[in-house]
């Protein structure tokens, strides 16, 4: 798997700067090595050279030429105390916000000019943040870059995951080997310490006893949202991203539907393939058939579409940056979207975290809700013995990496991170429940009190194994075990905050549904809210815990924790205290 934008970016930076203190005469062949791996990271092994006709495409993140314009405003449309809040932008302004200077795109096209690349094949994407160059060859790439691509494989993975992919493994970037996994997992998988998609492996089925499952009806009436008629529905919805050729089945929606939500039987899912991404209604798989069943079960009527990723003809191409891509050039992008995937392996570099980072922030400012699981391993898997024989939790893993891309995003500070829960009377931290804090994020100023307050009370447990001045996780949590779910005709069992995304997105939808029908604004980047006025609506968790790493986590206490952040919503107490804006001033 090829992850490029990355540090393309400060290469030009460099090369920029280097120019422009000389008399004009660039030389393109003037890099810095801006990451590089000494020895393929365990797991991947090396396929040599790609064949010289290969073709790939390369991704420019450029740097905005004000470059905290657009979230700065993120910040004014999302605070329910700014005058701003709710004027969210049009896609035409953030492109006016993110725009690099115009000298920036003198030199890179002189640059791509003097490699020739030619002009047809360079187009500005990503909401104005980057520049697509389609169709470049492997020769022209390594020259452009000063790099060597190669074909590399996980070797655990190959057959899953399709994962060839393009590295540049020494010099220049794109230096960035992981393979993305849902966060869904039936339980034997689950003592296994396995990470792949349920599908065609061990899972139990139920028995006709629901008694002891988190059903869509128990969900309903725990978050209080029985009552609620959506009202918008016409106006309103929810997207669900899906990677790795795993997509839903209406025959199953239609099964769990019939049983677990029967006043919606002709309840549907709208598919949208992007960038090649898969979809045979017959083969489905686990993640996306439990995200969409309870997103559908929980909100329904309000529409649900599925989008599932591909990576381009050669399957080349970085699964979110062909969303991304696409997403961003939309009309009408549902108001709330989920993402339940993380990145199995820790390495990627920071440039594409804060990339992928400002994309989401693009999100928010178009007023869209994102919601990321937070993964289930509580605060890390394995002893988390870095190189220097300290433990770490989650964020630096061992050896010369950073962390995974998406728990890196999940710690993105302009998504709204969803952690796990059990249980009921009291409801309780679900052990798995991803949790910590970030290597690469600072805290956002709307965390700083809640998360202060949780430090305070930490002490000098665990000092060193965390990152004490850095963005926590989650924001909030939901329901995260023992789920019955329909795959190809069988009703299974599955569990992970995989589903605990969707169930809070469906909420979240739900709310929206509320503010449409009443002629308001909806929600969009909810941190800033959640932390907020939002925050006495929701349920505190104050006990369970968070294992991992050979320790006992951190522990869910009263206000934020790292374990199930500000707790779970409650939908009539949030319902009279959703900010209140006609979009009139
Ligand atoms: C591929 O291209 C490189 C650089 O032009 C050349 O040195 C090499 O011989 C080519 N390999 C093949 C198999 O054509
Ligand atoms: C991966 O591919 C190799 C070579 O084609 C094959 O031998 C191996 O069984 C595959 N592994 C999996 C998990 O499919
Ligand atoms: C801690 O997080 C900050 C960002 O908040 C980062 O700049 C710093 O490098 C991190 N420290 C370590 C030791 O990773």
Redesign the pocket.
Known sequence: MRYHLISVLSVLAAILLGSLAKPFSPRWDDMRTKHSWNAVPENWESLGNPLNGTTINLYVALKAHHKNALIDTLYEVSDPNHPRYGTYLSKERIAELVSPPPRTLEFVNLWLEYHGVPSSSVSMTHGGTTLTLSGVSIIQANALLGASYQLY?H??????YRPHGWLVQTVVPTTCFSTPHTQWHSPHKRSGGAKKPVSGGPVTVLSSRDGDWTTPSFLRSLYKTTEYTPAAADRNAIGIVGILNDYPSPEDLAMFVSEYRSDGTDAAITIVQVNGGGYDPTNPAGESNLDTQYAVAMAYPTPVIFYSVGRGPEGTTDWLVSWFSYILMEDNIPQTISISYVIDERFTSKEYAMYMCAQFGMLGALGVSVLVSTGDDGVGRGDCVANDGSVRFISSFPATCMCGILSQLGRSPYVTAVGGTTGSEPEFAASLSGGGFSNIFQRPYYQEQAVTEFLQHLGNQYLGKYNATSRGIPDISAQALNFPVFIKGEKVVGYGTSVSAPIVAAMISLLNDYLISQGKVTLGFLNPWLYGTGMSGLTDITSGSNPGCNTDGFSAIEGWDPVTGLGTLDFQRLLPILPDYDGAG
Do not use: G, H, I
């Open positions: 494989r070797v655990e993975t190959n057959e899953t």
